[in-house]
Antibody, heavy 118, light 110 residues
């Protein structure tokens, strides 16, 4: 059974930093692209970033470029999202997702809440 | 990277069919056959229902179908059931190698 478990969310002040982690199991992690998707309270889904199997390619939504960095450790079956210069509008549930199919997210974690507030 | 356009809400009675549209541009929906659809219940993670415009992952009922014409994709649910009441999101690959979601559609089963 595929499992994706996010952690690292919490309350942070504007301008602060936070690192999210996603522990993967139940599939060969190193074979798939991985993504982060977020959902602000009461709002829709927003794709944030993804990373190729070997970490050689990374893509980001414009609103987080230069502030967020996606990375992975295939030896630890883990995905990360380093977030800096956080803004109030970054407040959301952040989901880790497996890009197991072409441009489609076929497995999702339960999400971790990030709240940016003073 | 503008969000794809979906109707805010649709509704239908049990047994009926409904269609949710998803309109983008030639840089996303119209330019690739990588449109997917997700179902989300309140407080839960999304679930993939359709990928590559019209393919269903294992376990998704064949009542769910997808199609695309030009810059508009669509999700059709036939034989509507109470359990289909949820939010539905479309997503597309883009020419910038990113992905973009639609704003979401709330389906109400009357």
């Amino acid at each position: 059974e595929v499992q994706l478990v996010e952690s690292g969310g919490g309350l942070v002040q504007p301008g602060g930093s936070l690192r999210l982690s996603c522990a993967a199991s139940g599939f060969t992690f190193s074979r798939d692209w991985m993504s982060w998707v977020r959902q602000a309270p009461g709002m829709g889904l927003e794709w944030v970033a993804n990373i190729k199997q070997d970490g050689s390619q990374k893509y980001y939504v414009d609103s987080v470029k230069g502030r967020f960095t996606i990375s992975r450790d295939n030896a630890k079956n883990s995905l990360y999202l380093q977030m800096s210069s956080l803004r109030v509008e970054d407040t959301a549930v952040y989901y880790c997702a497996r890009d197991g199919l072409p441009a489609a997210l076929n497995d999702w974690g339960q999400g971790t809440l990030v709240t940016v507030s003073s | 990277q503008s969000a794809l356009t979906q109707p805010a809400s649709v509704s239908g009675s049990p047994g009926q069919s409904i269609t949710i549209s998803c309109t983008g541009t030639s840089s996303d929906v119209g330019g690739h056959n990588y449109v997917s659809w997700y179902q989300q219940y309140p407080g839960k993670a999304p679930k993939l229902m359709i990928y590559e415009v019209s393919n269903r992952p294992s376990g998704v009922p064949d009542r769910f179908s997808g199609a695309k014409s030009g810059n508009t994709a669509s999700l059709t649910i036939s034989g509507l059931q109470a359990e289909d009441e949820a939010d539905y999101y479309c997503s597309s690959y883009t020419s910038s190698s990113t992905q973009v979601f639609g704003g979401g559609t709330k389906l109400t089963v009357l």
